[in-house]
């Protein structure tokens, strides 16, 4: 993946969506990069970097969050913390363009991968959330699919290209990586909706992983799971940041101290104003010896 380029590999996003769905995964995609591997091998590719800077976010006429400026850093996990309302899921979305789906949203300001603009002129939004995977709150296994056919699902837009030996192996590496290959081996024909809660999401962790991007964000991935499934997705994620740059939403500050490197503190100075980001450094300096007295007063429980 090292060298991947929006631009060179995805094109203009003026195409019709029909071919952007066809062009978006590339003969230097995820085919070529697992099927010369062993199923469950992690690649030696580098992590991505992303960086904000100066970015707002608007609903309509509405200010959603204020000037962010922040680094997710490579290999690490950066949990985005603070009180309902502050815009840590808005900013999130805008980091693959998801907030522009919304109607009437819009952004202000630079967001990078590894040095280049995700909204630059020129690139196309459907490569970039290509390459950088969203995980949501609540599982979503597409429910008329197989386990396998979820997991397929991405590589699926290039059908006439990945043949039958190649989707095979992705889908048992996604499912490896995913630490679910050994509950589902003998059932992959099975609906994945029948799976449990816990199952589910790290199914779409798998299904997010197979089309190979660069970066995983995960908007509360634990908020619907019981604490054993949760701490399950947390040892998953400690083993995929060694191939991925993750970014994680999260209310539950035991969470952040556990399976971070970084926290990025959002908080809103009344109701109807921007969320906007206090400070971001390690999770340590975060929880013992924040900088700003906000900081200090929500991870101690004083508010939130």
Excluded at 7 to 24: A, H, I, L, V, Y
Aim: aromatic share 6%; charged share 25%; glycine share 10%.
């Amino acid at each position: 993946m090292e060298g991947r380029k929006l631009r060179g590999m995805f094109g203009s996003q003026t195409k019709p969506e029909t071919e952007e769905g066809q062009n978006t995964m590339s003969q230097a995609g995820p085919v070529t990069e697992t099927s010369s591997q062993a199923p469950g091998t992690v690649s030696a590719r580098r992590a991505k970097t992303l960086e904000a800077k100066g970015v707002n976010l608007y609903y309509g006429d509405f200010h959603a969050v204020e000037n962010v400026t922040m680094t997710i850093e490579p290999n690490k996990v950066t949990a985005l913390i603070g009180s309902s309302g502050c815009g840590k899921t808005t900013f999130l979305r805008s980091l693959n363009r998801m907030h522009e789906l919304t109607p009437g949203a819009s952004v202000k300001g630079d967001i990078y991968l590894d040095g280049e603009d995700i909204y630059g002129g020129g690139v196309d939004p459907v490569a970039v959330r290509r390459l950088v995977g969203m995980v949501f709150q609540q599982p979503n296994p597409f429910p008329t699919m197989s386990i396998y056919d979820n997991v397929a699902a991405g590589l699926n837009f290039n059908a006439g290209k990945v043949s039958k030996g190649d989707k095979d192996a992705v889908v048992e590496k996604s499912l490896r990586g995913a630490h679910l290959w050994d509950e589902v081996k003998d059932r992959l024909d099975r609906p994945g909706s029948g799976l449990s809660g816990g199952q589910q999401q790290r199914l779409c962790i798998a299904r997010a992983t197979a089309v190979s991007p660069e970066v995983l964000l995960m908007d509360e991935p634990c908020s619907a799971l019981d604490p054993v499934a949760t701490l399950a997705i947390e040892d998953l994620i400690a083993e995929l940041k060694k191939e991925y740059t993750i970014a994680i939403v999260t209310h539950n500050m035991q969470q952040a101290a556990r399976a971070s490197d970084n926290t990025a503190f959002f908080n809103l100075d009344e109701s109807g104003k921007p969320g906007h980001l206090v400070e971001i450094g390690t999770t340590e300096d975060i929880f013992t010896r924040p900088k700003q007295k906000e900081t200090e007063d929500y991870v101690s429980g004083r508010f939130g």
